[in-house]
């Protein structure tokens, strides 16, 4: 008799073995995307901070910021393969633990360059956790409207990141901005203990794409040198006009090789599905507004308006708020309303805050600007979970890493290229007040020219046909 009741219990104990090892990928995934965030907005306060112990004019600055993005655009596309090659549970792993050596590198910084050194690990470790952590959640939860949930869960460690980052790095460079990078170690040390509890993940082993690999880093780096090099010397500089050529003949070497390639790191019929290509234009245009205005903004609300590492940080606690109330919300929201509704009102509330923040008076007062700014914080629930979720819902859970990387990328390109452009035109000769409200109406105009490419999806994301 005892065998039958042991036998009967056995799918629900395999039940919940499973629903753990689900709930420890998704949390594991969550506090990833939060260091990986965390880091992307919390050296914005302390640039000034920064500045004066290490020395380093704007260009100094941009590289702070863009060593790390360059790096996590550069290396995510191979960090996809590398995913669906080794397995998301392997691969975020490896990244994790390299994360946090490299946010010890950047506590300890000697010097500028030691620091940007040290961001550029950083940020090829995001890389390897960006897309492992999408890929797990694709796995954990096979369930198409189970996978949505998650991924707006997923969402929150974003949210909590953006919200706190702004604050906790003010509060912290008060202190020294030296510690806003030791918060990574305990987080990373839970990460690792919740991967531990997490079920092995599948792979497909294929040769690593050299050519692909080698001329994408090489395009996007060239493109973003040149961007912010043109800040100092201009666009006409002959070292400027050889980083854009060196780039246009590299992106030119990566189509070909992608396109003949045996085992492409991005294959090109992924862009078949129109659900997919519109993916990667609204994150490249999101993210052009969502990192370019902390990066303008806290520069201009500390050299122009006087404020504190502190105060600029409270100034964008409205703006992260309202991000982090609404993105648990956000799937729920979808499907009731339709993803190309919440995606293209996301976008066109984005395109009117920047706007509005780029033609006010500059007499305007600074709670005014932070409730402006909750525009721009709004379209993050609205916008990017429902992107998420429709990407990884439109391709195979074997190029779940791939697509993950290419959409990505796509984001980190947008921020990358925001910062180098924006921090030229912060330089340029008609002065830094013109180069803020330029960069803020540029990085507008590209949010509504997403919005206009979100209505190419269906209220149910599927694409109409090419």
């Not at 980052?165 to 509060?171: A, D």
């Not at 969502?290 to 609300?301: D, E, R």
């Not at 990884?392 to 791939?402: D, M, T």
């Amino acid at each position: 008799m005892p065998m039958p009741a042991v036998t009967s219990r056995g799918p629900a104990v395999q039940a919940s073995t499973r629903q753990g090892s689900a709930g420890s990928a998704l949390a594991a995934a969550v506090l990833g995307f939060f260091v990986i965030t965390l880091d992307a907005v919390v050296v914005n306060v302390a640039l000034p901070s920064i500045r004066r112990e290490l020395g380093g004019g704007i260009t100094g600055l941009q590289w702070v910021i863009d060593g790390y993005v360059l790096m996590f655009a550069g290396l995510l596309l191979s960090a996809g393969s590398l995913t669906d090659r080794f397995g998301a549970r392997r691969v975020f792993g490896v990244g994790v633990a390299l994360f946090v050596v490299a946010s010890v590198a950047c506590g300890l910084a000697p010097g500028l360059g030691a620091l940007i050194g040290a961001r550029f690990v950083q940020g090829a470790a995001a890389a390897l956790m960006m897309p492992s952590s999408m890929a797990l959640i694709g796995q954990a939860y096979p369930d198409p409207v189970k996978r949505a949930r998650a991924v707006a869960v997923w969402a929150v460690g974003g949210a909590v990141a953006s919200s706190a980052g702004p604050v906790l790095g003010g509060l912290l460079t008060l202190v020294s901005w030296r510690l806003i990078f030791f918060i990574n170690l305990p987080v990373g040390a839970v990460a690792l203990f919740l991967l531990a509890c997490t079920a092995r993940s599948p792979h497909r082993p294929a040769p690593f794409d050299w050519i692909g690999q080698c001329s994408a880093v090489v395009a996007m780096g060239g493109l973003t040198y040149g961007a912010i090099e043109a800040g100092a010397a201009g666009f006409t500089a002959p070292h400027v006009l050889a980083a854009f050529a060196v780039a246009a003949a590299a992106l030119a070497a990566f189509v070909v090789s992608q396109a003949r390639g045996t085992h492409p790191m991005v294959p090109l019929d992924l862009f078949r599905s129109r659900i997919v290509t519109v993916a990667v234009a609204v994150g490249f245009a999101f993210v052009v507004g969502y990192y370019g205005l902390p990066f303008v903004m806290s520069l201009y609300l500390q050299q122009l308006r006087g404020l504190s590492s502190l105060a600029t940080g409270l100034v964008f606690v409205p703006m992260m708020l309202i991000g982090l109330v609404l993105t648990p919300f956000s799937a729920r929201i979808a499907e009731r309303v339709g993803a190309r509704t919440l995606i293209t009102t996301g976008l066109v509330l984005m395109a009117a805050g920047l706007a509005a923040l780029g033609v006010v008076p500059a007499s305007t007062s600074v709670p005014m600007l932070a409730v402006l700014m909750v525009l721009v914080g709004v379209a993050g629930p609205l916008v990017m979970p429902p992107v998420m979720a429709l990407l990884l819902n439109a391709v195979p859970v074997a190029r779940a890493g791939v697509a993950s990387g290419v959409f990505n990328t796509s984001r980190q390109l947008g921020g990358a290229l925001a910062v180098a452009v924006f921090g030229a035109l912060l330089t340029a000769p008609a002065g830094f007040l013109h180069g803020v409200r330029t960069s803020l109406l540029i990085a507008a105009a590209v949010a509504l020219a997403a919005s206009a490419a979100s209505l190419l999806l269906t209220q149910n994301g599927i694409a109409r046909p090419a």
